[in-house]
């Protein structure tokens, strides 16, 4: 896999991970929509986490910087 998240898309995903998490953890977000909103708080937090987004695979976008080749 191929990272395409930046470093800043990466921490606005977690972020907003955290946010949604503590919205619904603190019942602010009713406990019919809880379980969804932990569900798209996972999965944001994990394509932050690893740097890799399947819908920017998609769509063929990338947030990444270019990485430079490496010489050994």
Known sequence: MRKNVGKMDRIVRIAIAVVLSILAYSKIIPGDFALGVYLVSGIIALTGFIRFCPLY?????S??????????
């Open 57 to 61: 695979k998609i769509l063929h976008k």
């Open 63 to 72: 947030t990444c910087r270019e990485e430079p080749p490496h010489f050994s």
